[in-house]
């Protein structure tokens, strides 16, 4: 709601400085001003906010036609439906519809609201401001607990650096594991081969990895890897593993 309620303040700022142009444009063609010149003159006062010159002559012949005691800075009623698929009630539906479903299409919502779909782009991303976006992916999800601890020794390592310098950094150990196939096929880039313009194309048959494959437990520091070991097969990965590999 607070999204709608700006949009619409946009909107009636939008129109108050519509009639002010216009305003001005009566008052400049009855000192007998050009156009061009009632627009380049505006332009250095409102700036993007100018009319383009093309209103400012249909303006000005307008004026220029009317009774001046009939005439009026506001639009004339015109005949017609009028547009009522972007009011506020239908703006507040589609946000209430957003709120309970997030991935709600706009074919589903101008079904239910049986307005057209392209006003429905227009409420959602214009007079809302929504935007669809993907969701971040991450590589697990962590508990209070677990953020807290890593945010602790976070902050012990910017202190030991402060006092310690690059030295600490020199120290610090990291280790990971992953999965090493037995054979991974060579990928587009490195099959690149230079040839003529006239040559064949080199074909390339489909490979896939292998399907055997061992994991790697690997440990590295700034100067590079100083450890790599490969688990046997038949063992698995406990505490006491990595109590024997710390060792090593």
Same mark, same amino acid.
């Given at each position: ?7 619409? !303040? ?21 000192e007998g001003c050009v156009p ?17 010159? !093309? ?14 005691? @009939? ?6 009623? =015109?005949?017609?439906?009028?547009? @009522? ?7 507040? =539906? ?74 600490f950094i020199c120290r610090i150990?990291?280790?990971?594991? !992953? ?59 406990? !505490?006491?593993?990595?109590v024997e590999t710390m060792k090593?």
């Amino acid at each position: 709601m607070l999204r709608m309620r700006t949009t619409l !303040s946009k909107m009636a700022s939008y129109m108050e400085i519509r009639l002010k142009q216009r305003a001005v444009i009566e008052f400049l063609t009855a000192e007998g001003c050009v156009p061009i010149d009632m627009h380049r003159r505006m332009r250095a006062v409102y700036g993007d906010a100018c009319v383009d010159v !093309s209103t400012v002559r249909r303006w000005a012949r307008t004026v220029k036609g009317d009774n001046p005691a @009939t005439m009026t800075l506001h639009d004339q009623a =015109r005949s017609g439906r009028p547009i @009522t698929a972007v009011d506020e009630q239908h703006q507040a =539906r589609v946000d209430e519809l957003i709120h309970v479903n997030r991935r709600i299409k706009q074919k589903d919502v101008a079904t239910m609201l049986e307005i057209s779909t392209e006003r429905v782009h227009h409420i959602i991303h214009v007079l809302l401001g929504y935007r669809k976006v993907c969701a971040r992916w991450v590589p697990r999800m962590l508990t209070p607990e677990m953020k807290h601890r890593r945010h602790q020794a976070c902050q012990e390592h910017l202190m030991r650096y402060e006092r310690e310098g690059d030295d600490f950094i020199c120290r610090i150990v990291t280790g990971d594991e !992953s999965w090493v196939h037995h054979y991974d096929p060579e990928n587009k880039r490195q099959s690149m081969e230079y040839r003529h313009k006239n040559s064949p194309t080199p074909k390339k048959f489909k490979t896939v990895a292998s399907a055997g494959k061992v994991l790697m437990t690997i440990f590295w520091d700034c100067q590079g890897v100083i450890h790599t070991e490969f688990l046997e097969r038949g063992n698995t990965v406990n !505490s006491d593993r990595y109590v024997e590999t710390m060792k090593k």
